[in-house]
């Protein structure tokens, strides 16, 4: 597997970001971190190149919500999926009920800050460098709104 994204937990615990705690979710940020630096480095011993990851984006929902870059708005499919997935987290004592209703009430707040129904928000690790200034259409339709829509 050569991705050209990872997408993990936020590493930096209580450092320069607006996280106050230091969790599980911090370490599996941090490892991930490893990893994927550990494949850029090239050496001598081994079967394939090294591979260089060209985006890192961190998961927003530990990040305080001045500090996200944008969501991914969640369509009725896309949301249906991520509460199947969060009902697989044992450990969380998650049974469908309880992580669709989990994901309503954190994906509806991450929505709201993004005008939309359900939203996950992500952190991006450097600054994005693109070929042109992109204009999302989610953001034309939002900018087509009128006032009274928009309350």
């Given amino acids: 597997m050569r991705p050209d994204v990872l997408i993990t937990e ?5 450092s320069g970001f607006r996280m106050v705690h230091r ?12 990893a994927r ?9 081994a079967s394939s190149p090294a591979h260089r990851v060209a985006l890192t984006y961190f998961a927003g929902v530990m990040f305080d919500p001045f500090d996200l870059d944008f969501g991914v708005e969640l369509d009725d499919e896309l949301f249906y999926l991520r509460v199947k997935a969060e009902a697989c987290y044992e450990t969380q004592t998650h049974d469908a009920e ?11 707040h991450i929505g ?20 042109r200034l992109p204009v999302p259409g989610p953001m034309l339709t939002l900018a087509g709104e009128t006032g ?4």
Avoid at 98 to 108: K, N, T, W
Avoid at 115 to 123: C, G, I, L, N, P
Avoid at 148 to 151: A, E, F, G, S, V
Wanted: charged content about 30%; aromatic content about 6%.
């Fill in 10 to 14: 936020n590493p930096f615990g209580d």
């Fill in 112 to 131: 709201r800050l993004f005008r939309t129904r359900y939203a996950e928000s992500f952190v991006a690790e450097q600054p994005l460098l693109e070929a």
């Fill in 37 to 45: 630096d550990r494949a850029a480095a090239p050496r001598a011993s």
């Fill in 98 to 108: 309880r992580a669709r209703s989990r994901m309503a009430v954190e994906l509806g």
């Fill in 148 to 151: 009274l829509q928009r309350l």
């Fill in 23 to 34: 969790t599980d979710h911090t370490e599996v940020g941090r490892a991930a971190l490893e």
